[in-house]
Nanobody, 122 residues
Framework: VQLQASGGGLVQTGGSLRLSCAAS????????MGWFRQAPGKEREFVAA????????HYADSVTGRFTISRDNAKKMVYLQMNRLKPEDTAIYYC????????????????WGQGTLVTVSS
């Protein structure tokens, strides 16, 4: 599976962005998908994940209630709708695909996109 993230940009505090992740490969629908982020000087951290069917989602406490992950297996797309953005959301956002049941550990994802930069100004 190859992944291509897009949709990042500069937004003011309180604004919204929608990130997209386009996947290629015939087995996209069997993988769980996740979004991670990495701010300058910090480790990569879990943001959100969704099961292969889309029936279950998981979120980091810091984004619960503000971010929504979704997927369209027919289009091989994953989305991250980000609302009420805060300056601390500033980071490079990565989409990832993996086959295990661990949603939170970056090591549980075998495929990564190149990242898209989100900058939230105060």
């Amino acid at each position: 599976v190859q992944l291509q993230a897009s949709g990042g940009g500069l937004v003011q505090t309180g604004g919204s962005l929608r990130l997209s992740c386009a996947a290629s490969g015939r087995r996209f629908s069997i993988y769980k998908m996740g979004w991670f982020r990495q701010a300058p000087g910090k480790e990569r951290e879990f943001v959100a994940a969704i099961t292969w069917s889309g029936g279950s989602t998981h979120y980091a406490d810091s984004v619960t209630g503000r971010f929504t992950i979704s997927r369209d297996n027919a289009k091989k797309m994953v989305y991250l709708q980000m609302n009420r953005l805060k300056p601390e959301d500033t980071a490079i956002y990565y989409c990832a695909a993996g086959g295990s049941s661990n949603y939170y550990d970056p090591g549980a994802y075998g495929y990564w996109g190149q990242g898209t930069l989100v900058t939230v100004s105060s």
